[in-house]
């Protein structure tokens, strides 16, 4: 018979999906990343809608991943290394609610990692600023439109995948050296 592996999602924004899906794709546990919105009144978001900050959404990535092999507060240990949570509604150039940095929770037990963590870096003044990051409970994800999908894998070379996404999941391959996928 074969073994199933249990599952748990987590829904994260911190600012354009393209850097955080090209990160935490990368991490050995890490079963599905895909980008969407999440946190808006829209009932048919679309990436268009989102960027004039009309529909309310954040871009997110759900992440789907096996917690046997990687746990949620090591996710958020990522989340944080990987984007500045101490600006609102900002991340680099990128301005406005849609890049606002938010955990959108799925269980109580992820509530409580998230603003643990929160606190406990806060106290550890590591930013120099109090974190903004949204802890909220999920709701209605959204997948993105497909060109969106892998963005950074199909476009290395695209401007903003060089000066901005590249960066990123670089960071992540560093600091997290031993947790990236074999191959």
Same mark, same amino acid.
């Given at each position: 018979? %074969?073994?199933? =592996? *249990?599952?748990?999602? $987590? +829904? &994260?924004?911190?600012?354009?999906?393209?850097?955080?899906?090209?990160?935490?794709?990368?991490?050995?546990?890490?079963?599905?990343?895909?980008?969407?919105?999440?946190?808006?009144?829209?009932?048919?978001?679309?990436?268009?809608?989102?960027?004039?900050?009309?529909?309310?959404?954040?871009?997110?990535?759900?992440?789907?991943?096996?917690?046997?092999?990687?746990?949620?507060?090591?996710?958020?240990? %990522?989340?944080? =290394? *990987?984007?500045?949570? $101490? +600006? &609102?509604?900002?991340?680099?150039?990128?301005?406005?609610?849609?890049?606002?940095?938010?955990?959108?929770?799925?269980?109580?037990?992820?509530?409580?990692?998230?603003?643990?963590?929160?606190?406990?870096?806060?106290?550890?003044?590591?930013?120099?600023?109090?974190?903004?990051?949204?802890?909220?409970?999920?709701?209605?994800?959204?997948?993105?439109?497909?060109?969106?999908?892998?963005?950074?894998?199909?476009?290395?070379?695209?401007?903003?995948?060089?000066?901005?996404?590249?960066?990123?999941?670089?960071?992540?391959?560093?600091?997290?050296?031993?947790?990236?996928?074999?191959?």
């Amino acid at each position: 018979m %074969a073994e199933t =592996t *249990i599952t748990q999602k $987590t +829904t &994260l924004a911190g600012g354009c999906f393209w850097c955080l899906e090209a990160a935490f794709e990368q991490l050995d546990g890490v079963i599905s990343v895909l980008p969407g919105y999440m946190g808006g009144h829209d009932p048919q978001p679309s990436y268009e809608a989102v960027c004039r900050g009309d529909s309310g959404h954040a871009e997110v990535v759900q992440i789907e991943f096996d917690p046997a092999k990687i746990d949620f507060e090591t996710l958020l240990t %990522a989340f944080f =290394t *990987i984007h500045d949570p $101490t +600006t &609102l509604n900002r991340q680099g150039h990128d301005a406005g609610t849609q890049y606002r940095s938010a955990i959108f929770f799925h269980d109580a037990g992820q509530q409580a990692v998230a603003e643990a963590m929160i606190a406990r870096l806060n106290g550890e003044g590591i930013w120099g600023a109090p974190i903004v990051t949204e802890v909220t409970p999920a709701s209605t994800f959204f997948v993105a439109e497909e060109y969106h999908h892998q963005y950074f894998r199909r476009n290395p070379h695209q401007g903003y995948c060089v000066a901005v996404v590249a960066p990123k999941a670089l960071k992540l391959r560093q600091v997290f050296a031993g947790r990236i996928k074999a191959g």
